[in-house]
């Protein structure tokens, strides 16, 4: 009897297991997609953004950017919360952000800056 209840607790364990491996591999197949088309997305910005970033340097030169660039950081005031959800057994980061802009004439508003300079900021 005793080796009955151990057989039924063992066939349990091991369908509580192909449960688990099925819920896991179902859980990094759509994280894992979801990092492909984050990631499609982020290199097309970064892309564009460098682009947009060397032809304002091509144009104003990079101690006049560099310039703006310094006026404009005291502008944000960011706001960054960590949270943790726990998935499956594993702890998955939530990062919560927030860029709070002052109401302050833009620091790019300045004479003789390059036009690219206000498609960079919409890009950003």
Not at 41 to 50: A, E, G, R, S, V
Not at 52 to 57: E, F, S
Not at 88 to 94: N, Q, R
């Amino acid at each position: 009897m005793s080796l009955q209840k151990r057989l039924t607790f063992a066939v349990k364990g091991e369908n509580f297991l192909k449960f688990k491996l099925e819920q896991i591999i179902f859980e990094i197949k759509k994280n894992w997609d979801n990092y492909l088309k984050q990631r499609e997305i982020f290199l097309k910005l970064y892309k564009d953004t460098m682009i947009k970033l060397n032809q304002t340097y091509k144009e104003m030169g990079k101690r006049e950017f560099n310039l703006i660039s310094k006026l404009s950081k005291i502008q944000y005031n960011p706001t960054i919360a960590v949270n943790y959800i726990k998935k499956i057994g594993t702890l998955v980061p939530i990062i919560d952000y927030e860029l709070i802009r002052e109401e302050l004439l833009p620091a790019y508003s300045f004479e003789n800056t390059s036009h690219y300079l206000d498609d960079l900021i919409i890009l950003l």
